[in-house]
């Protein structure tokens, strides 16, 4: 028995040494990334994991590419904004779907259709906004939204096109499981929990990608995942955890890759009348008393940039005037001493645990910053599956979150995070503590129909700085970093993108 | 007989009703579904229409009572995430997690047992001590770190092992297998091996504590007085008796094996049930963890009703009236 048993192992051990020493194919990938996806139907999940995956079988209307996030055609060719409700798009001609079906008006008129059915969008936002869609002959479409949205347009690399014919006679269970796209990469197959795998699409209209196959692993353990680059299993790993990094960086097989994440992390606090931080002294004091740099030394390891307000420098609106409050816990303490609060007063920290780098880690770092000067935190720190529809109920004091807008305007963010929440016409969604200033909310107003890029520049950072500034609307912490890490000798080209999204057109091979 | 089946049969249904009314209860209190499902974007009023297009408005004994009909005819609703039926999403991971349960279950058993017996014949040898020690260890090490201390020593040190997923695996009918190919069982035995481990240190600790038992009885003494072989006096006479605690043991040990092979399945990235439940537990896919609570129950409770009645199969002695 035993003997058996020490044969059979070594039998295996020997098949081990073989198949490792089989090298991969130079033009197939294998990825480890974070995040499974949840379905294969484009519209059905708005997250930026999900969309990684659909950008690879579908194509928008526009793409963003490369390392700026510059937003340029895909499958419509030009585009026009006659007048401030018009969108007009003129669409590339001989693209055909995965299925051979050719791509046309009709096809893009039933994708925007499609997002306002909350049985298989979660794009529903954008599917409402939508007045309507005219075929104006089979390569023109045009597009009239209900109100001005100044940043339509930026948002159509999310919006991918479905084949009509196919999505309509499939059952809809099957249009869940199989993307039949225009886009660079058809899949093979997908096992669930297991590896999605993918080949090129020899007939693309930019050209075939260099890459001809993709597996992709998600692993969402990341001490894993990490294991899976090392061993040689994964040539590209995402999400590097920050503790990880140190690790990951001496080993001599793998390479790191960086990049500033767009995403910025932030204190959101209340102001509602007759709470000590309605007063402008005590929210100065608050950002005062918090020591960023030594947050992004000792929680982020240096893995983060100190962040003076929420959008990043590619968005519009960002301004580069807007600086940090030193860190003073003097000062602070002063300033709250002036305002009456000598002795403090206390406040809810609320938080997710499992949605951003460290999130937990920071919420209590803040909570100890702001002991120093007197003021009791108490931390409730959950999962987000909670704390998310907390933050949409709008009754928090004071919380940490993190943001970024994928339409790179400002606009959006500012109305669903700052502006007074009003049901009704949609705003302020996700102003968890209930915040409001009528004067922000004018300045933002008045931006909704303007267009015209500079003079619309200009209103955003003005709003920005007067938030930022006059009112700490919020109180930023940092912008993430986005860490990678890669064989080494595999001659892989990769730069990460601003979203996070995994492109595999855009992987070249030395 | 018939009167005790009958019986267990019906308090086996209630406590499936019980089980399903406590997920439903707790899992409101989880978090919102809705809200994922409408997008970043979506306004208060977008929201609203979700929730009515997904009948989430509706008062909770409603949904239950249309969640209980519907699970009646067999449907037990779609996954709020991948939006497909949730019992055909469980059960697609269901021969990943019942391969690596019956693998981490035959080592178990075979090692646990075997172990047992030596151990029991020479129990103050050093080896012996040393077997015992090692069990105590299995018993308290908890799974986790199990788990990625294999994954360090063998899938990333030695590098021979791979760390994780489940490798090369062919399709037959409906049941995906990894026991096929070279590298579908190369793929078993790091996550296997961990899962194996507390259930190994229980078997071969039971194992020991009976032949110890057995093996100072009378019977034994004149097996031995006898002159019969080591062989025939330690598994024929000794082993038999020890084995139906054992057994019974194992059996139960499966049925959990099953259902809670969570954490292996999330270390090793097993494409198991476990890790489908964990992840809808993040992300509030109500559908699947309730219909997965209740196969789990189910299957226990089927379990645990055979064992029952095995039990009056194999000893007559024992009646249920």
Known sequence: ?510 | MTTYILRRLIQGVVVLLAVSMICFIIFRYLGDPVLTMAGKYATQQEIEEVRRAFGLDQPTHVQYGRFIWNALHGNFGKSYVSRVPALGLILERFPATFELAFTAMLIALTLGVGLGVLVSLNPSSWPSRLVMAGSLGGISIPTFLTGVLLIMIFGVYMGILPPFGRGETVQIGFWRTGLLTADGLKHLVLPATTLAMYQLAVLLRLTRAGMREVLAEEYIKTAWAKGLPPGKVIVKHALRNVLIPVVTMAGLQFGELIAFSIVTETIFQWPGMGNLLLQSIYETDQPVIVTYIMLAAFLIITINMVVDILYAVLNPKIRYD
């Open chain 1, 1 to 510: 028995m035993r003997s058996k048993m020490a044969i059979l192992l070594v039998g295996l051990l020997t098949l081990g040494f073989l198949t490792a020493a089989q090298a991969a194919a130079e033009t197939s990938l294998v990825v480890a990334v974070d995040t499974p996806p949840r379905m294969m139907n484009p519209h059905g999940d708005d997250s930026d994991a999900g969309l990684s995956f659909m950008a690879n079988f579908f194509d928008g209307l526009l793409q963003r590419k490369g390392p700026d996030g510059k937003l340029v055609p895909a499958l419509a060719e030009r585009w026009e904004h006659p007048d401030l409700l018009t969108w007009r798009f003129y669409l590339r001609k001989g693209v055909t779907f995965h299925n051979g079906n050719p791509f046309n008006a009709e096809d893009v008129k039933f994708s925007f259709e499609r997002l306002s059915n909350p049985e298989v969008s979660e794009f529903l936002n954008t599917g409402k906004s939508i007045d309507s869609i005219t075929i104006i002959d089979d390569y023109t479409v045009e597009i009239k939204t209900k109100t001005p949205i100044p940043w339509f347009a930026n948002n159509l690399h999310q919006i991918f096109i479905m084949d009509k014919e196919s999505t309509e006679q499939r059952d809809p269970g099957d249009v869940m499981i199989h993307p039949i796209g225009t886009g660079a990469y058809k899949l093979v197959e997908w096992v669930k929990g297991s590896y999605v795998r993918m080949e090129a699409n020899e007939n693309y209209w930019e050209g075939a990608p260099a890459i001809k196959k993709v597996e992709v692993r998600p692993i969402t353990e990341s001490s894993t995942r990490f294991a899976a680059l090392v061993s040689g299993q994964a040539d590209i790993m995402t999400g590097v955890p920050v503790e990880l990094f140190e690790k990951v960086k001496a080993n001599p097989k793998v390479e790191v890759i960086s990049r500033p994440a767009r995403r910025s992390i932030f204190l959101a606090l209340g102001n509602k009348p007759g709470d000590p931080w309605a007063d402008i002294r005590v929210r100065k004091a608050m950002y005062m008393a918090i020591n960023e740099d030594e947050i992004i030394e000792k929680v982020m390891r240096g893995h983060a940039t100190p962040a003076a307000q929420i959008p990043d420098p590619p968005t519009i609106g960002y301004n580069p005037d807007i600086k940090r409050l030193p860190y003073d816990p003097e000062g602070a303490r002063k300033l709250l001493k002036e305002a009456g609060y000598e002795n403090g007063f206390e406040i809810t920290l609320t938080g997710p645990n499992d949605r951003y780098v460290q999130d937990e880690k920071i919420a209590e770092a803040v909570a100890k910053y702001l002991a120093k000067v007197g003021i009791k935190v108490k931390l409730d720190v959950k999962p987000k599956s909670i704390f998310f529809p907390e933050v949409s109920e709008g009754s928090l004091q004071f919380y940490l979150i993190g943001w970024f807008d994928g339409t790179f305007d400002m606009g959006r963010t500012y109305f669903k995070l700052a502006h007074t929440r009003d049901d009704a016409k949609g705003y302020g969604g996700l102003n968890g503590t209930s915040y409001s200033d009528p004067k922000l909310d004018q300045m933002l107003e008045a931006t909704a129909d303007m267009v015209d890029p500079a003079q619309r520049k200009k209103a955003l950072e003005e709003l920005n700085k007067y938030a930022m500034e006059e009112k700490i609307v919020w109180i930023p912490l940092h912008y993430q970093e986005d860490l990678y890490a890669m064989q080494k000798d595999k001659g892989i080209v990769f730069q990460p993108r601003p979203d996070r999204w995994m492109v595999y057109k855009e992987i070249g091979v030395k």
